[in-house]
Structures are given as structure tokens and as C-alpha cells.
């Protein structure tokens, strides 16, 4: 399965007039040996925060990168959209993420399950959560996996039709129920973003 490689910042004045601003970053990364895709968005509820996820066939295509010659002038590019330190982690799901990648709306979650709990209970219920979240027809996608960077903090990207059919799905049974026993489990962050494909 392709490793994703998830860039998270706070976008810059530049940014959020305009995601192109590092349209110079994009483009030297779809033009990289082993990028499949990458997609750009900003959060929907601060309307600020920047996303740039990348596809990559492997980890050690991401790595070769940073050691190649056009690699300073990507960081150049990238360094307009954001106003502090960026967030840069790298995930192996257990599916394809273009398809939550490709949906009207993304849904990430981080989750840190709390010392003391027992990780497999934890991720049979992250099991059951998906099913559920499966079995709703605005959702598209549903993917998981494990950070390399912060090893113990998981992500879970979702595809949806859209935001609001993310929160009208889940307020609804039985996911009140499974979202509460979640929350007692561990350490979760949610936030939602429309995102755009880049193409040359």
C-alpha cells in the first residue's frame, strides 16, 4: 500500500487568499519519481489551517526526494503558505486514501489512545466505527493507519459527500453511542477539508 505523507500548517495571509501560492511545491512534487497524486485544501472550521497530502508508491521515494536538487526550492515554495512550523507525518493505511482524498469532503481524525488502555479493545472499536461509517451512504472511503513519525497516534481520513452529511450521519444511532466509548479510549482531534487534486 503507498505511504501518504500528511503536511499540516498554519496557512499564511498568502494562503488563504490564494492555495496556489505554492503552486511551485506542487508542481515539483507530481513531477517526482514515485508521487502518485497530491491534493491541497484548507480547514473548514478555522479556515485557516492548510493541508497538502501526497501519495507516494513508498516511503523511500518521499526520502529520495529530500536529498535531490530541487528539494530546497520546494521548501522555498512551500514555506509561503504557512505562518509557523509545519506539522509533516507519514502514514501506511490499510486502503487507498485517494478516494477519501477525492470526496466532496475529508474528514481527519488523530487519535492517541490514553497509556492505560488496552490497544487492541481500542482498535476493535475503531473496527466497529468503520463499518458503521461504511454503511452510510454519504460516506465514501474509510481509511486507517498508525503515524511513522509519532508511533502510538493513529489518523483516519473519511470521504464524504459533503460536512454536512458528515455531522447530520453521526448524530443519528448508533454512532452517539460508539463516539462516546471512543472518546473514553483515547485522545481524539477532528477537523474536515475540501480538497483539490493537482494537476499541471
Not at 491534493?39 to 521515494?61: A, C, M, P, S
Not at 478516494?99 to 472499536?125: C, I, M, R, W, Y
Request: hydrophobic residues 40%; proline residues 4%.
Amino acid at each position: 500500500m503507498p505511504t501518504v505523507e500528511i503536511v499540516r500548517f498554519p496557512g499564511s495571509d498568502a494562503f488563504v487568499d490564494n492555495q496556489l501560492v505554492f503552486k511551485e511545491c506542487l508542481s515539483t512534487l507530481i513531477k517526482s519519481e514515485g508521487c502518485i497524486s497530491s491534493y491541497y485544501g484548507i480547514q473548514v472550521e478555522d479556515k485557516r489551517t492548510g493541508y497538502l497530502f501526497v501519495i507516494w508508491e513508498t516511503y523511500d521515494h518521499h526520502m529520495k526526494l529530500t536529498k535531490h536538487e530541487s528539494y530546497p526550492g520546494l521548501i522555498d515554495s512551500l514555506n509561503l503558505a504557512r505562518s509557523a512550523p509545519l506539522d509533516v507525518q507519514h502514514v501506511d493505511f490499510d486502503e487507498d486514501a485517494a478516494v477519501a482524498f477525492g470526496s466532496g469532503a475529508t474528514e481527519v481524525v488523530t487519535f492517541t489512545p490514553h497509556p492505560d488502555v488496552n490497544l487492541k479493545e481500542a482498535q476493535e472499536l475503531v473496527k466497529t466505527l468503520t463499518e458503521q461509517l461504511l454503511a452510510q451512504k454519504a460516506c465514501h472511503s474509510v481509511v486507517v493507519g498508525e503515524s511513522r513519525e509519532k508511533k502510538g497516534t493513529y489518523f483516519m481520513l473519511v470521504g464524504w459527500d459533503s460536512v454536512q452529511s458528515h455531522l447530520g450521519a453521526v448524530s443519528k444511532d448508533p454512532f452517539p453511542e460508539t463516539i462516546k466509548k471512543l472518546h473514553a479510549l483515547a485522545e481524539i482531534d477532528l477537523k474536515h477539508t475540501e480538497l483539490t487534486k493537482y494537476i499541471e
